[in-house]
């Protein structure tokens, strides 16, 4: 069966992984695919599936700079509906002759429209509306094939329809939670301008990307490096349904591992049919780390390390294939979309295959988001400690100690990461947070225990709120808990002499600290 689906033309807006998000949610397949595809392309996509519209997302350039991200005109000639947000709503009033310019007051954050005609996109929404804008340019005019639907005091044209075509423009955000009845107007795009069918499951997903698998390996065998977080678990539990003790997962204890990491992980995957190999490998990290202090070339030797392990594994095993949980966040920060910046290197992305050839890599949950991805864990059957479970780097506990790194610092960057997690996990907040762990930062300081001055480590305690990553907020915890974290690691560790509280959200600061 061919799922209908709409397409997200990204022109590198910071809201577009959300148009296809949204779209999904309403049980409609969506893809994000170039802002420059040509007609060809999408009648390619349409043999996968039934291409039935699509969404031209935001983007931060001027729809009348040269060099600016343009759409195939032929795209608005084919017949398939299209609806034009902001930047995509500036662009086809450009295409089609209108006026646009820079506006004369920006608007940004939440905004009331009017709407003059509730219709289409608009269908059954009230007079006036609060929605989400962003915008530094503005449609001032449309062409007389087109009529205006809604206006603010400072957009005459806040959205507009094609009298004949079925071609959208909005100037908002309607994939952003604070416009109100954004998921009804994407909803109206969907079913009343593409007429699409909700056909589209978790359910067939699992399914799919388990056929998959097993097409693509064949008679084949596969490795996979299964660190323990939800997405390589979930990779690996997809591939041993498709392909059994063909699958080789691996596990690189590097040494910078929370406390009773790999028996978790022995005990989670003891009950899956594949070969799981566990590879303790700390003392070559470790050597391989000793004096440097530079936090990127960290990240570097620990990635490349990684792989020099694992391809001996691989090499072993005889596969051809290797499968990787990378999903879809990840491939935009890996700057697979020509906008994104490069901040960090996230080593389980960047860094596999290597020296190894493969005859592919299969990334089953490419599409996917860290919410999607959660459904399908608990579908297949994952522990829940599993998949709530908070994100951990690649790299572990070697960039939460700050500088160069010593058995005795990870231990105790150990030490206060177990006891970080017992008192929130205790405390009942775990939920509203995306993380919270310790740092050890590489700065000493004096304080008094029993009676005998203490020169010891000051500890920092980074607990954040967040929903994708890309942005987050220091977690305004209680006191009260502050000070049962505080104490105990004071207490129990004796080599630590203060504990901080960092409050600084990410921008500036990252979440991380290397
Ligand atoms: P930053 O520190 O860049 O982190 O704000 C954003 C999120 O990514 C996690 N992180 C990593 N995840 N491999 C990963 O899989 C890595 O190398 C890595 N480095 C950071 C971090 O914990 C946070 O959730």
């Not at 007051?105 to 005609?117: F, S």
């Not at 030490?415 to 997690?421: E, F, H, P």
Request: net charge neutral; charged share 30%; aromatic share 8%.
């Amino acid at each position: 069966m061919k799922y209908d689906a709409v397409l997200v033309l990204d022109f590198g807006g910071q809201y577009c992984h959300l148009i296809a998000r949204r779209v999904r949610e309403h049980g409609v397949y969506s893809e994000i695919v170039p802002h420059d595809i040509k007609v060809e392309n999408i009648k390619k996509l349409d043999e996968k599936f039934n291409v039935k519209g699509l969404i031209l997302s935001g983007g931060p350039a001027s729809v009348f700079e040269s060099g600016a991200p343009r759409l195939d005109p032929e795209i608005l000639n084919i017949g398939l509906p299209v609806l034009g947000l902001c930047y995509g709503h500036q662009l086809i009033a450009y295409m089609a002759g209108g006026k646009v310019g820079p506006a004369r007051k920006r608007e940004y954050g939440a905004t009331y429209v009017i709407i003059d005609r509730p219709a289409g996109v608009l269908k059954g929404l009230n007079r006036r509306e609060k929605v989400w804008m962003s915008h530094g340019d503005t449609v001032f005019s449309v062409p007389s094939d087109y009529e205006i639907l809604a206006h603010t005091e400072s957009s005459p044209v806040a959205a507009f329809k094609h009298r004949e075509k079925p071609i959208y423009g909005l100037q908002w955000h309607p994939e952003v939670v604070h416009t109100e009845k954004g998921m009804q107007m994407i909803g109206n795009f969907l079913f009343e301008v593409c007429g699409c069918e909700a056909n589209w499951k978790m359910e067939d997903v699992i399914e799919k990307m388990i056929e998959e698998i097993r097409i693509e390996v064949g008679n084949g065998k596969a490795i996979i490096a299964l660190s323990g977080g939800i997405d390589s678990s979930v990779a690996t539990v997809l591939a041993a349904e498709a392909i059994g003790n063909k699958l080789t997962a691996v596990f690189v204890d590097h040494g910078f591992m929370r406390e009773k990491e790999p028996e978790f992980v022995r005990r989670v995957f003891q009950g899956f049919n594949l070969n799981l190999v566990m590879v303790d490998a700390k003392e070559r990290f470790m050597k391989r780390l000793k004096g440097i202090a530079d936090p990127e070339t960290k990240r570097k030797i620990i990635g490349e390390e990684f792989i020099r392990v694992f391809e001996e594994v691989a090499e072993k095993t005889g596969a051809e294939y290797l499968i990787q949980g990378t999903i879809y966040p990840d491939r935009i920060e890996s700057g697979f979309r020509r906008f994104s910046d490069k901040i960090k290197t996230h080593h389980n992305v960047a860094g596999l295959p290597t020296r190894i050839r493969f005859k592919k890599v299969i990334e089953p949950l490419r599409d996917l988001y860290k919410d999607e991805v959660r459904k399908v864990a608990l579908a297949l059957g994952l522990p829940k400690e599993l998949v709530y479970r908070q994100p951990f780097p690649g790299p572990g506990l070697a960039v939460r100690v700050i500088g160069e790194l010593t058995e005795e610092k990870v231990e105790i960057a150990r030490k206060a990461d177990r006891i970080v997690r017992e008192e929130i996990e205790k405390s009942g907040i775990k939920d509203r947070l995306w993380q919270y762990f310790a740092v050890l930062t590489d700065t000493k300081s004096t304080g008094v225990k029993g009676d005998t001055r203490a020169y010891g480590y000051v500890v920092a305690i980074r607990i954040v709120e967040s929903r994708e990553a890309m942005t987050a907020s220091f977690a305004r915890i209680p006191y009260k808990l502050l000070e049962r974290i505080s104490s105990r690691i004071t207490n129990e560790i004796s080599e630590v002499s203060r504990v901080v509280y960092d409050v600084t959200h990410k921008p500036p600061a990252t979440i991380e600290w290397e």
